[in-house]
């Protein structure tokens, strides 16, 4: 996230999400929420529950120092940890030892992993969420006005411009109820996954589990000594086909903005909704669909990797828990920036429903009567109209 190569295609919100403060502080607050169910669970003093919760804050930590060390120790989790005890130490003595109690450094990076996804996750979904309703809007309001419907990008038969908006909002409100139901599955607790700290709660675990997760807001594990991934692959799958659907519709947005066609124009998004409001820029359209064809490309290789992972021996074979880790930042940045340049993209659309028609009647001059007969009758314009009607319907029904 770091490289000056990718920083034109990620946004500052994913930037800071996924930067190293913001790992660091996740961490740090799952150490907190861990010592203060263990303490509620009777199962260490209140005084170093309340020494180590004092502790956990990312400021007093140097940050950089830490992921320096990281990479000498290849986990992150050890210098974390490592340089909290002695920081607890310094004004506590005796709580040093319940630092990290119960608890192995993968459950807490993993815990950490899905803290920051959740927040990266929320900015896909409000994003998502603007999209389809910005494409039912446009549907509704041009639902009659007619254009060349192409396959594969050549002229085909009629349809209106409102049934390709809403053609467009189906598979992504299919793909926002995946995602949902995909995050309630990944977003969960890591804990308890070896007997060894499992045995260290002394029969509490699934008290400590339910209030860490209750606290961080995360599902409770469903099973103690569960260290599967596979539910977060699953998460990445869902997010491969958002990419995927997004990457089509930009597509196609940027061959009816083509000059030569003309059908879609692209206004500046604070102007969007302004009366009269001037085209923006031409480059502005190219760029955006650049960066969705960018995350595009990436996504699906991404999606490949963290499969590759499940195929894996003897629990969390050697490499496959560092190649998700290493996975995960580029999958969600790539998956934040398409999701954001279309969302953009769709705010400041504006159809030219003359170009759209001059297209078609271009294209209808050029054919025998015969043929226009068929493929250009006017009840076919009806029927796109209504059924853009009861998709639209159908679609807010389901949101």
Same mark, same amino acid.
């Given at each position: 996230?770091?490289?000056?190569?990718?920083?034109?295609?990620?946004?500052?919100?994913?930037?800071?999400?996924?930067?190293?403060?913001?790992?660091?502080?996740?961490?740090?607050?799952?150490?907190?929420?861990?010592?203060?169910?263990?303490?509620?669970?009777?199962?260490?003093?209140?005084?170093?529950?309340?020494?180590?919760?004092?502790?956990?804050?990312?400021?007093?930590?140097?940050?950089?120092?830490?992921?320096?060390?990281?990479?000498?120790?290849?986990?992150?989790?050890?210098?974390?940890?490592?340089?909290?005890?002695?920081?607890?130490?310094?004004?506590?003595?005796?709580?040093?030892?319940?630092?990290?109690?119960?608890?192995?450094?993968?459950?807490?990076?993993?815990?950490?992993?899905?803290?920051?996804?959740?927040?990266?996750?929320?900015?896909?979904?409000?994003?998502?969420?603007?999209?389809?309703?910005?494409?039912?809007?446009?549907?509704?309001?041009?639902?009659?006005?007619?254009?060349?419907?192409?396959?594969?990008?050549?002229?085909?038969?009629?349809?209106?411009?409102?049934?390709?908006?809403?053609?467009?909002?189906?598979?992504?409100?299919?793909?926002?109820?995946?995602? %949902? $139901?995909?995050?309630? &599955?990944?977003?969960? !607790?890591?804990?308890?996954?070896?007997?060894? =700290?499992? /045995?260290?709660? @002394?029969?509490?675990?699934?008290?400590?589990?339910?209030?860490?997760?209750?606290?961080?807001?995360?599902?409770?594990?469903?099973?103690?000594?569960?260290?599967?991934?596979?539910?977060?692959?699953?998460?990445?799958?869902?997010?491969?086909?958002?990419?995927?659907?997004?990457?089509?519709?930009?597509?196609?947005?940027?061959?009816?903005?083509?000059?030569?066609?003309?059908?879609?124009?692209?206004?500046?998004?604070?102007?969007?909704?302004?009366?009269?409001?001037?085209?923006?820029?031409?480059?502005?359209?190219?760029?955006?669909?650049?960066?969705?064809?960018?995350?595009?490309?990436?996504?699906?290789?991404?999606?490949?990797?963290?499969?590759?992972?499940?195929?894996?021996?003897?629990?969390?074979?050697?490499?496959?828990? %560092? $190649?998700?880790?290493? &996975?995960?930042?580029? !999958?969600?940045?790539?998956?934040?920036?398409? =999701?954001? /340049?279309?969302? @953009?993209?769709?705010?400041?659309?504006?159809?030219?429903?003359?170009?759209?028609?001059?297209?078609?009647?271009?294209?209808?001059?050029?054919?025998?009567?015969?043929?226009?007969?068929?493929?250009?009758?006017?009840?076919?314009?009806?029927?796109?109209?209504?059924?853009?009607?009861?998709?639209?319907?159908?679609?807010?029904?389901?949101?």
């Amino acid at each position: 996230m770091s490289s000056l190569f990718e920083s034109f295609v990620a946004t500052p919100e994913v930037s800071e999400a996924l930067g190293d403060r913001a790992v660091i502080e996740a961490m740090l607050r799952f150490e907190a929420a861990l010592v203060r169910a263990q303490a509620s669970a009777g199962l260490l003093p209140q005084d170093a529950a309340q020494s180590i919760i004092g502790t956990c804050k990312v400021e007093l930590f140097d940050v950089p120092k830490l992921v320096r060390e990281s990479r000498r120790t290849l986990c992150l989790a050890t210098p974390l940890v490592a340089s909290l005890r002695e920081t607890v130490a310094l004004f506590n003595p005796g709580a040093a030892v319940w630092v990290h109690f119960g608890c192995s450094d993968q459950e807490l990076v993993d815990t950490a992993l899905a803290l920051v996804m959740r927040d990266v996750l929320k900015h896909i979904e409000t994003d998502l969420g603007k999209t389809i309703e910005t494409l039912l809007m446009l549907a509704v309001r041009h639902e009659s006005d007619v254009m060349l419907a192409r396959s594969p990008l050549q002229a085909a038969t009629i349809t209106s411009f409102g049934l390709t908006c809403s053609q467009w909002a189906v598979p992504l409100v299919r793909n926002q109820q995946q995602l %949902q $139901a995909a995050s309630e &599955q990944a977003l969960r !607790l890591h804990l308890g996954h070896a007997l060894a =700290t499992l /045995a260290d709660m @002394q029969g509490k675990g699934p008290q400590v589990m339910s209030l860490v997760a209750t606290e961080l807001q995360l599902q409770a594990p469903p099973f103690a000594g569960d260290g599967g991934h596979d539910q977060t692959v699953a998460l990445a799958c869902a997010l491969g086909l958002l990419v995927g659907n997004l990457g089509r519709i930009a597509f196609e947005m940027a061959h009816m903005t083509q000059f030569e066609l003309g059908e879609l124009t692209q206004l500046d998004v604070a102007l969007a909704a302004v009366p009269g409001a001037k085209p923006a820029p031409p480059g502005a359209t190219s760029l955006l669909c650049m960066v969705a064809q960018v995350a595009a490309q990436r996504v699906p290789q991404q999606v490949a990797g963290l499969l590759a992972t499940l195929s894996q021996q003897h629990g969390n074979a050697l490499g496959n828990w %560092q $190649a998700q880790l290493a &996975q995960w930042p580029a !999958l969600l940045s790539a998956s934040q920036s398409i =999701t954001h /340049a279309v969302a @953009q993209l769709v705010a400041g659309l504006r159809a030219e429903p003359q170009r759209m028609r001059s297209n078609l009647e271009a294209v209808r001059a050029s054919l025998p009567a015969k043929e226009v007969k068929v493929r250009f009758a006017p009840e076919l314009l009806h029927q796109a109209s209504e059924l853009t009607r009861s998709q639209v319907q159908a679609l807010r029904h389901s949101l």
